[in-house]
């Protein structure tokens, strides 16, 4: 996808999110306790933005498209937005009481992403996703072969692969063909996730199946660390400045 087929697609996921009426309308419930909110895979902050999340104490969003964040820092004041990947999130232990992410968890190393999203949740904090069920797969993989794209064929194939992989070893697998750093797929089942998530320390984990395929689960609150110092917004974006994404253990 271009830059500008990136923007214009989360420009239209804006107005999804901005929409109740939208069939393609869904958004986390926010509660009063949830000050500290992490989106991941925010895209321009779309979901965020769409769910009002000013005078919280910090609200970040990270995307591994440099040119996404970008955009979303041009378009909203009320998010720190961080450029750095799922799979290592660039901040301390216990940070954050709610960890949201939309359609972005299928395109991670999953396992991985969610061992982090774990670390990065406050004991007891609350986790919500949503995810690719393996019908969508199917029905891309249909898709590209009614277009007889054989090289859309070979990569839902492997998407097809990786989630029977994540389902049966909880594992998941880079796609070996592509020029980017990584690129990972895959479509995710109940048991892969329920099985991939308590490993990380959550609990009440609870699936919706309907026209979305959500998730959402806490963090065991025994699951405790030491607690960690203060974060501020101000320590946040210090952090975040280096190009590369940075541990952010060292906070002031
Ligand atoms: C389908 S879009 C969803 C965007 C937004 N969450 C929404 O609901 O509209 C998936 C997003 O995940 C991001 N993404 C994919 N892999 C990622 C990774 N490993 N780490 C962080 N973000 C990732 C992409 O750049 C993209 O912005």
């Known amino acids: 996808m271009s830059l ?11 107005a999804v999110a901005a929409n109740p009426a939208h069939s393609n309308h869904i958004l986390p419930t926010i509660g009063p306790t949830d000050q500290s909110i992490l989106d991941v895979g925010c895209g321009i902050g779309q979901t965020l933005i769409a769910c009002d999340v000013n005078l919280r104490n910090l609200v970040v969003g990270i995307d591994i498209e440099h040119d996404s964040v970008a955009y979303g820092r041009e378009i909203s004041d009320d998010i720190l937005f961080v450029n750095s990947c ?4 660039p901040f301390s232990d216990n940070r954050f009481d709610l960890v949201i992410s939309r359609v972005a968890l299928p395109y991670t190393n999953v396992p991985k992403a969610i061992a982090e999203i774990s670390r990065v949740l406050k004991p007891g904090g609350r986790a919500w996703f949503t995810l690719h069920p393996f019908r969508k797969t199917r029905e891309q993989l249909v898709d590209s072969a009614r277009l007889g794209d ?6 839902r194939l492997y998407v097809i692969a990786n989630g029977i992989s994540l389902h049966l070893t909880g594992r998941v697998f880079n796609w070996p063909l592509t020029r980017q750093a990584q690129q990972f797929e895959s479509w995710q089942s109940e048991r892969a996730m329920r099985d991939c998530l308590a490993k990380q320390g959550f609990d009440a984990i609870q699936f919706e199946q309907g026209r979305f395929f959500k998730c959402e689960a806490h963090k065991t609150a025994q699951h405790s660390e030491p607690q960690m110092p203060k974060i501020t917004r101000r320590t946040l974006s210090e952090q975040a400045k280096p190009a590369k994404p940075v541990a952010v253990d060292e906070t002031t």
């Not at 500008?4 to 804006?14: A, G, V």
């Not at 799922?86 to 999130?89: G, I, N, P, Q």
């Not at 054989?150 to 990569?155: D, G, P, R, S, T």
């Open 86 to 89: 799922a799979e290592s999130l």
């Open 150 to 155: 054989i090289k859309q064929i070979l990569f």
């Open 4 to 14: 500008t087929d990136r923007i214009n697609y989360h420009l239209k996921e804006l």
